[in-house]
Every structure is written in structure tokens, then in C-alpha cells.
């Protein structure tokens, strides 16, 4: 199940549910003892992404829902997360913008909503790759989407043509904040690639397996 559009698992080349943010310019490798990531001055632990691994494998057994056959990716896609959310408040601060409490909750309401109720915001959560100490932030991450495009492209028309230009602009923006900050990524998850904005798990086998 996708929450508003968008799954946690199917991030790789973008943010999150509105604009599709793709090919993300920036750099990677990291070794610090307990981080993740960096961005920036900003570190990203490993405690942090793996409260989030584990909060999300909780949701799913508490659910009964079958197993996930992506497990394997989901400290990898979490890092992820948590990466590009922090290129994208940094992109929305240096264009001044700001969300409120209110957006996030109008956001909030908004999925709830659609999904039919509370009761089934859980299960939509785990299902989605969503940690529910994560949620508030990924709301964040729409509102700062929506008004990075909204500024950044005023003249956009409704629809699918507008969507497109507005995600171009939040694409830029993003851009532009990776290339002011040095991302660097733990070996233990992957590399970064530059050129799709993506964790890319090592290959451990030598090239023997194919997929």
C-alpha cells in the first residue's frame, strides 16, 4: 500500500509523494564510528536509522502482515530517507521557507482521510516503509515540496503539465543544496550514487550473480 501517493521502499530516485526528485548531484563515503551519514555538519547515526528499522519491523508483526521481501533493503532505504529530507530542509531554509504546525497537521488529516480513518493509518505506515516516529517527518517533507515548487515555479499550470514543472523546480533546489553540502555515506550501506540520488548496495558477490 502506498500512503498519498508514495512508498517508502520506492524512493530511489526521488523525495517523496508529490514531485518526483531524480539524478540528485552529490558525493559519498563515510566511516565515522556510529554515523550513517552525514550532510553537511549534519550526522545521521546508525542508532537512528536502525530505530527506524526496527519500529517498522514491530508495526509489521503487530499487523501480521506477511513478510516484507524487501527486508534487506530497509536500513538502506531508511538512510535514504533521512538523507534527502535533510537536503530538502536545507533547500526550503535557504529559500526562507518554512512549515508550520498546521500544515503538517492539514497534511496529516488529509491521509487519514483518505485512508479511511485512524484505525488504518498502522498498517498503512508499515506497509509503506514508514517508521510512525518518521511520519511527522515525511508530512514535513510534502509541505516543504509543495511550497519549494509552488515559490520556485509560480506560472505552473493544474495538473499532470504542473506537476511536472513544479517537480523540476524542487529537483533544482535539491540540487543546489547537495552541491553546498558534502554527503558522505557509512561502506556498511552502500554508496552513494551522484547521478540518481540512490544508496547502491555493494556487491558482495563479484559480479557472479546476476538480477
Known sequence: MKIFGWSRRGRASGIVSVFALMALGLSACSSSVGVAATVGDQKITID??????NSINAARKAAALPPDPKAADLPRNQLRFLLLSALLKEAATKKGIKISQSDIDARRKAIVDQLGGESKLPNALANAGIAQGDFA???RDVAFEE???ADAAPGAPGGAAGDQQRGAAVQASVLEAGRRSKVSVNPRYGTWDASKANIVAVDTTGGTVKK
Open 137 to 139: 517527518l515525511y508530512l
Open 48 to 53: 537512528q536509522v536502525q530505530a527506524s528499522v
Open 147 to 149: 511550497k519549494i515548487g
